[in-house]
């Protein structure tokens, strides 16, 4: 699924009413699939590898084939205070339109989240691999 939600926003590109970057704000529980998204996502970008930031917050990845210029994979697990991610430079991420950004546990930092982010939850799902995921 990952995929093909990044082949459409790929191709659709920016809508020219929308300001910032194209944030999907993942949440739900561990295990619930947002990392497998995310890499299914990278590879609909025709990303190769895409390793977690857990431990380093974020990771850019330079895209230069789309109207995007980077595509952020953050890891907000480890976030205590969203303001700790101001250090980081996050607001001048959200705020390139230039960029995308897939940001696990989003929930986390949803208070400076802009209200136009695209929120997904992931849940487990009836049986073993079963997923749902909710926008």
Known sequence: MGEKVAQKIAKGGRRKSARGAVILALTGEL????TTFVQGFFRGLGLKRAASPTFII???FAIRHLPFANAYHVD??????????SALGFKEILDDPKNIVLIEWAEKIRRILPEDAHRLKFEHGGRGNERKISL
């Open 31 to 34: 295990g619930s699939g947002k």
């Open 58 to 60: 974020f990771r850019r």
């Open 76 to 85: 907000a697990y480890r976030i205590k205070k969203p303001k700790e991610l």
